[in-house]
């Protein structure tokens, strides 16, 4: 069997040529992930070590004790990146032979990093089960655990019937709410890392002038411009063409330390292989906190990715009699993905929507991933190269990063009824808000059951929404006494 039969180029009207132009393409669109990833999750355990030791975080990043374990955490969440999102679209490739790339998720990152690893690390505190030095880096891997289990549901649930179930249970409100919310938290984190916002003095939260005389965050700024610019030219790889240019302006004024070496030999830091047995014995110890959390990934992962398969698919032209192509092994490629990737060390692996400027050069099978999957390979020995990209450079994509979560907002806006549209802001608001995307689903999900009873539309409560209200409830319960 040759190329053009196995990925059948010629049947889907496409060439070789043009299937490596639009992975080449694909490639420079999300490469970004390479420099965003694991500075949001390395942001999330910084955060967590800072709790665990009462130590501020700018103090811990100069500390000779925990500076290096800092660096080797960004450094093993960078080659986690790389070797999760090449596996990944490799076997989108191979086994169900689309063009669509996939990597860790955005939202989903920002979930674990900011909101699953402090949680597991003051969990661990409060039960006395780690010291407070090793609490946060045992996060990472219990984190992880929960992305585990939550590709072993994803993978259930794509094989089975329960599919249809779920996709019938979550109302789309709440969907619309919850992507609208992630976009907005993300921003927040990306004005957080550019230094433009910082917790307040008698608020939660404040506009930090003293970063104002600062180069970073005029650089910061900077980046957001340029990936504002490139992007309204629809300019291919125009995150990752702002994360640079800023990088390298930051090296020239003297901001940006250069690695102690440019390859090197990958180091799976943050793998759950490290420590495996204890990773799933804690998990499972503090079971009330972890469920729920795999249980929300898995929401977030089932929906986004049925979404994003459903629009690329159309654009690409592989809809045939009201069907999608191959949609049950994409399907399957994002839970083993899952299942996979907290081996190599990072949180959810997602099918990315930026597989549409591949598509849009022509790309339609998986010779288009292929490519992909063989370019994030490749890029695993330079993984010292992208640890040094600072905060402001990526966080000024990162403001960006959070409107391509807004697409959704018009269907919200024409809803014209408050029991769908008032749960839906909640979960909107809540999600930046409490710094929690956990929290944000969860209002949504309570205050939609009640609005319901509370206006008699009890006809509109399917039981799965029931079910998962309630176990939102069990979650914030436990939560609230400590446990």
Request: charged share 10%; net charge neutral.
């Amino acid at each position: 069997m040759n190329l053009d039969s196995f990925f059948q180029i010629s049947e889907r009207g496409s060439t070789v040529r043009r299937e490596v132009i639009a992975g080449l393409t694909t490639f420079l669109a999300m490469a970004y992930i390479l420099f965003v990833n694991p500075s949001i999750l390395t942001g999330g355990f910084e955060l967590a070590l800072s709790n665990a030791l009462h130590v501020p975080v700018d103090q811990l990043a100069a500390s000779p004790t925990y500076g290096p374990l800092i660096e080797s955490v960004r450094l093993g969440f960078t080659i986690a990146t790389a070797l999760a999102a090449g596996f990944a679209t490799l076997v989108m490739a191979l086994y169900a032979r689309l063009p669509f790339a996939l990597a860790p998720g955005m939202g989903e990152n920002a979930f674990i990093g900011f909101t699953v690893i402090p949680a597991f690390t003051a969990a661990l505190l409060s039960k006395q089960l780690a010291p407070a030095s090793e609490a946060p880096l045992l996060a990472i891997y219990l984190a992880l655990v929960s992305v585990f289990f939550n590709g072993v549901l994803f993978l259930i649930f794509s094989v089975g019937g329960i599919r249809e179930f779920i996709i019938n249970s979550v109302p789309e409100s709440i969907r619309i709410g919850t992507s609208i919310g992630i976009g907005l938290f993300i921003s927040l984190i990306g004005m957080a890392d550019m230094g433009l916002v910082t917790a307040g003095t008698g608020t939660p939260i404040s506009i930090n002038w003293s970063a104002f005389s600062t180069l970073g965050l005029y650089l910061g700024i900077a980046s957001a411009l340029v990936a504002a610019a490139l992007l309204s030219k629809r300019t291919p790889g125009a995150f990752l063409i702002a994360i640079i240019a800023t990088t390298i302006v930051g090296a020239a004024l003297g901001l940006v330390r250069p690695p102690p070496s440019w390859a090197l030999t990958p180091s799976l830091t943050t793998s759950i292989a490290n420590d495996l047995p204890r990773s799933f014995y804690l998990y499972f110890a503090l079971f009330g906190l972890g469920f729920p959390i795999a249980f929300s990934l898995f929401l977030v992962d089932f929906f986004d990715g049925l979404g994003t398969i459903t629009g690329l698919a159309m654009r690409a032209g592989l809809v045939k009699d009201g069907k999608i192509v191959n949609i049950n092994r994409a399907l399957i490629t994002d839970s083993l993905a899952s299942i996979v990737a907290p081996f190599f060390g990072t949180s959810t692996t997602v099918i990315y929507v930026e597989s549409a400027t591949g598509i849009e050069q022509g790309g339609r099978t998986g010779l288009t991933a292929l490519v992909v999957s063989l370019l994030f390979f490749a890029s695993v020995a330079l993984a010292p190269v992208f640890t040094i990209v600072p905060g402001f450079a990526t966080g000024g994509v990162l403001v960006l990063v959070g409107l391509l979560f807004l697409s959704l907002a018009g269907r919200l806006a024409i809803m014209d009824d408050y029991t769908e549209t008032v749960p839906a802001f909640l979960t909107m608001i809540g999600i930046p808000f409490t710094f929690s995307i956990t929290a944000g689903i969860g209002l949504g999900f309570i205050f939609y059951l009640l609005m319901k009873l509370a206006t008699g539309r009890f006809s509109d409560l399917k039981p799965g929404i029931v079910a998962i209200a309630i176990l939102f409830a069990i979650f914030f319960a436990l939560s609230a006494i400590g446990f």
